[in-house]
């Protein structure tokens, strides 16, 4: 997970993932940065999000973006 | 049939009567009906193409979801005994023979619109020296831009699991035909529109009443500011037209295509509110937007919004894209992980001006909206340490500036729209830079346009109210439920003016053809 913040804390250093939970909804995380985030999630941990799983409720939140992580991990 | 011909009213009058009148469970019946009806008004020869990404969608749909929900129940029943490779290998396996059922629906239709887009019509060659385009002289399928982006939208969601497909022929049949999604979208997903499509509707007095005001309003936004401004901007076209006038054109032509665009995307609305249909907002104030992304994210949402779900993310994020983001990383640093981005917008915003038509001005100004979009969100960090040091940028007053620059940028690229010839197009860019005719502003070369004084009036006037609607919108409170909350005599008056206003002022005669919408020729 801290591996995770870093990423997210390189995109936008001004926002504290640790309590935002509206990153699609409030507009802090536009296209651009969402796939920013797969190539670096992808380069980081393995793990590659197919274009299926970008969908706001799995990119609003620091915590959301893990369970996603961890669940295509699994699969 | 336009929205905009007595055969419409008559059409729609005699469907609100049947589909309240007959019983619930068949009103999506007559939606269907009556959605065929509207559609073979375009012509018997269209009737081909729509049958054809109508039954190749629900059969692939059917096959692949099929296909899904049997590798479900295997995986559930033998769940103990596979382990977690075996579960991928026999996932990956399923999915290899739906992709092949998919490649071919996908490909064969979209081959279809391509070959219609190639060979069947040049859109803009079809304007008329008025301005105003013609459908008539043109054989391109109707709709086809459409429908076809709705079906294989559902068609990519089914395959991805997204969606559940539709057993009901005749529910996907009215699915890809719902009539006023036709004319100019918007393009719905199958999960948006399937409860209010098919679900019962029993007469909701206050929901009708709104859907007919919001009709109204697209209306007015048609028939009294864009077809009216229509006849100068044929006139602004002309050759000789070049530095202030080209500048004045790009304005005349955003207040066209915002009240023809956003005035069809009313009606259509407004329709399916009528008939209790929920459809996606295609607008929202775009032209408050402070740079071209927030643009295109308040303009044309539907069709961006497919794009990116299934052009740009599907390439961005797909293996060999990240295999290059990590190579262009070794080298290249952070800047080399942004390369599957900036590949992945070229792609996207030529696909989005090839929809648009098979014309190299259409490529150019795909290009042209790409490349602002992404030097722009280059420079986000620069914007940033600007807004900290400089307090003033925060104001109000900068956000004006920042709102009144997109205008004035957005139309400049938008201009590109109006010229088959790219370097005609680019000539007159040119001569913004060195003609300052500022003269043509009080010559009397206006009264020459077209356009008489009372013309300038109530365009004038028409431009004011569509501004107020969308200030006083701003907090994305719907204006008409602002309506609702004012006295019920001085609300019905200003509706009563709204009605006389189009009636009295709009632009009957001027190109009054069967779909003279300017998306239509998309």
Redesign the interface.
Known sequence: MEQLLEILE?LHP?VDFELADDLIDAKIF???D???L???I??EFDV?????E?IPENFNSAEAIWELIQRLD?? | MSFTSINFLVFFGILIILYYALPKKIQWIVLLVASYAFYLFAGLKYLGFILFTTITTYLVTRYMDGRIKAQNEYLKEHKAELS?EDK?AYKKQVKSRNRLWFILTIVVNFGILFFCKACLVDPLHSMTDSGVISFLSVGLPFGISFYMFQSMGYVIDVY???AEAENNFFKVALFVSFFPQLVQGPISKWEQLKESLFAPHPFDRRQVAFGLQRMLWGFFKKLVIADRIAVAIGTLKGTEYTGVSFFLLTVFYAVQIYGDFTGGIDIAIGVGETLGVIMPENFIRPYFSKNI?EYWRRWHISLNEWM??YI???I????P??KL??KT?KSLG?FG??I??YI??LLTWLGTGVWHGFNLHFIVWGLMNCFVIVIS?ELNPLY?KFHQKYSWSNTRGYNVFQILRMFVLMNLIRASDLFNDVGDYFRRMGSLAWQFNFHVLWDGTLMNLGLNAVDYVILIAGIVLMFLVSFFSRDDVSFRVKLQKIPWMVRYLLIFLLLLAVILFGSYGIGYDASNFIYNQF
Do not use: C, H, Q, W
């Not at chain 2, 961005?316 to 293996?319: A, K, P, Y």
């Open positions: 390189g001004e536009d296209s651009f969402i796939v920013t797969v190539a670096e992808n380069a590659a999000i197919p274009a299926e970008l699994e699969e | 977690k991928k991805r699991g997204k992304a990116k779900s740009f993310y599907p961005t994020v797909s293996g894209m990240l983001a990590l990383r952070k992980m942004r599957p981005v992945g917008s969100e940033e």
